[in-house]
């Protein structure tokens, strides 16, 4: 992991050079979630391009801001906007609450990517308040309901289980609960049509966190955006189908090469 310094705290990246020319790719994780959620992306059989997956603030490597507590939404643009001049990242992937992230930094700004891919995220991003409460009373209860069926998973490998479990305890309930919280804050409908890159929007077939739905508002009101559906996957589509999302990847960056 290398680290950077900025704005008061480090935040940690994996940079992962490849064999190929073309755009570096930023990739950011959703909530409870590490860099290590995008391994199949920036391994060595991943997609042929250099790689930059960073941990937003209080997760895995990286410092957190003034305690726990105090990160928002607008930190983990920092964080981003950071680790994206620091290794010349052009291209932003990005999951769920990093979709936010990402919307927010190219609305207000502060990056112009070449493209952008939204995978499992949306314009609006409302949390259950069932789920909500558990995050704020019963974290194992929460972990539990975010790894029913086709929540973050459709039909997972038992270790992809384990390791994502593994991953959200270790990132914490108090992080992981301000990050759902920070989702059900986000509502950017009335400004998306601003988004003039062209845009990927990556759904999983089965994904009941943003469905399908929510990749056809981005496609319908973003000018230059197509929707790809990974089937057999969850919210989590780039870990459950690694090859086909790889794959959409892939086309999308020689759409934007070409």
């Not at 050079?17 to 060595?44: C, N, R």
Request: aromatic residues 6%; charged residues 25%; contains cysteine.
């Amino acid at each position: 992991m290398e680290t950077l310094e900025h704005d008061g705290r480090t935040t940690a990246y994996r940079f992962v050079e490849a064999d190929a020319t073309g755009p570096t790719v930023l990739y950011v994780h959703g909530s409870g979630g590490t860099h290590t959620l995008w391994s199949a992306q920036y391994a060595p059989r991943g997609p042929a391009h250099p790689a930059v997956a960073l941990d937003l603030s209080g997760h895995g490597e990286s410092e957190d801001i003034d305690g726990q507590e105090s990160a928002t939404l607008a930190t983990y643009v920092e964080d981003v906007v950071a680790v994206a001049r620091e290794t010349d990242a052009t291209v932003l992937v990005a999951n769920s609450l990093g979709g936010a992230v990402v919307l927010r930094a190219v609305l207000d700004g502060r990056l112009a990517p070449a493209g952008i891919v939204l995978a499992g995220t949306g314009a609006k991003l409302t949390v259950a308040e069932e789920l909500r409460e558990l995050l704020a009373t019963d974290f194992g209860g929460a972990i539990d309901m975010l790894h029913g069926e086709d929540m973050l998973f459709h039909d997972p490998p038992a270790r992809l289980r384990e390791r994502s479990i593994e991953t959200m305890r270790a990132v914490g309930q108090s992080v992981t609960r301000r990050d759902f919280e920070a989702c059900h804050r986000f509502d950017v409908r009335d400004r998306i049509a601003e988004i003039t890159v062209p845009t990927l929007a990556v759904c999983g077939e089965y994904d009941r966190l943003t469905p399908l739905s929510y990749h056809e508002y981005l496609a319908d009101r973003i000018p230059n955006a197509t929707v790809e559906t990974v089937p057999d996957a969850a919210h989590l589509a780039m870990a459950e189908r690694p090859t086909v999302f790889n794959d959409a990847i892939e086309s999308f960056l020689d759409r934007i090469e070409g």
